[in-house]
C-alpha cells in the first residue's frame, strides 16, 4: 500500500510559478507509475501529468503541455509538479496518484492522496 501526501499549493498571481511535492510512503513507490490530477469546483476531475516509473517518459494535458514540468525522485519517494506561467484556469485541487502504469484515466489509478490547492488570481 501506498499512502501519499500533497504539498506546495497556494496563492499566486497569473504568470507566477509553483512547485507541488507529493511525498509517498512505503518501499515501493519505485513500483509505480505516478500522476497529477486536477478538480476544479463544480468540474470533474481532468488529468494534468503522468510519469512512468524511472521517470524516462512522460505525458501531459494539451491545457499545461510546455508550461508545466512532472518529476520524480525515488531515492526520496517524491513525485513533483513545476507549474509556470500560471493562469486563472488553472486554479483547483491538485492530487497525485499511484498506477501500475501511466495513465490519462483517473480509473487507473490505485491510490490518491488529499490533495493541494492552487489558487491564481488574475
Known amino acids: 500500500q501506498v499512502q501519499l501526501v500533497e504539498s506546495g499549493g497556494g496563492l499566486v498571481q497569473a504568470g507566477g510559478s509553483l512547485r507541488l511535492s507529493c511525498a509517498a510512503s512505503g518501499r515501493t513507490f519505485s513500483s509505480y507509475a505516478m500522476g497529477w490530477f486536477r478538480q476544479a469546483p463544480g468540474k470533474e476531475r481532468e488529468f494534468v501529468a503522468t510519469?512512468?516509473?524511472?521517470?524516462?517518459?512522460?505525458d501531459y494535458s494539451d491545457s499545461v503541455r510546455a508550461r508545466f514540468t512532472i518529476s520524480r525522485d525515488n531515492a526520496k519517494n517524491a513525485v513533483y509538479l513545476q507549474m509556470n506561467s500560471l493562469k486563472p484556469e488553472d486554479t483547483a485541487n491538485y492530487s497525485c496518484?499511484?498506477?501500475?502504469?501511466?495513465?490519462?484515466?483517473?480509473?487507473?489509478?490505485?491510490?490518491w492522496g488529499q490533495g493541494t490547492q492552487v489558487t491564481v488570481s488574475s
Open positions: 510519469v512512468t516509473r524511472n521517470g524516462a517518459i512522460t
Open positions: 496518484a499511484a498506477a501500475l502504469a501511466p495513465s490519462r484515466g483517473a480509473n487507473g489509478y490505485r491510490y
